[in-house]
Nanobody
Framework: QVQLVESGGGLVQDGGSLRLSCAAS????????MGWFRQAPGKEREFVAA????????DYVDYVKGQFTISRDNTKNTMYLQMNSLKPEDTAVYYC????????????????????WGQGTQVTVSS
């Protein structure tokens, strides 16, 4: 069983940056594709970014392209989300997710494509 723990959230001003981390325990992440989702108050959870198990393939929702960068370090069993030029509309709880795969290129935008989820970390961007 994989346990995921997010960290790195907090309060930042408009235009600031944060780097979220998702640390895994229980199993190595080397055969898991992973993703970041977020949920703002009163809204549904939405896809943000995804990364294949070896980091060679990434996918982003259009409105974070060029602003957010997803990466991973399998030697540290950790995935990251570097978020720059943050805006108040980026305020949300950010969740990481993982699912085992045999495909080197697999990524998915669909929440149902992930079996394991973290508890979330709050990101608040003040104007």
């Amino acid at each position: 069983q994989v346990q995921l723990v997010e960290s790195g959230g907090g309060l930042v001003q408009d235009g600031g940056s944060l780097r979220l981390s998702c640390a895994a325990s229980g199993r190595t992440l080397s055969m898991y594709h992973m993703g970041w989702f977020r949920q703002a108050p009163g809204k549904e959870r939405e896809f943000v970014a995804a990364i294949s198990w070896n980091g060679g393939y990434t996918d982003y929702v259009d409105y974070v392209k060029g602003q957010f960068t997803i990466s991973r370090d399998n030697t540290k069993n950790t995935m990251y989300l570097q978020m720059n030029s943050l805006k108040p509309e980026d305020t949300a709880v950010y969740y990481c997710a993982a699912d085992r795969t045999i495909s080197i290129s697999r990524t998915t935008r669909f929440a149902r494509g992930y079996e394991h989820w973290g508890q979330g970390t709050q990101v608040t961007v003040s104007s």
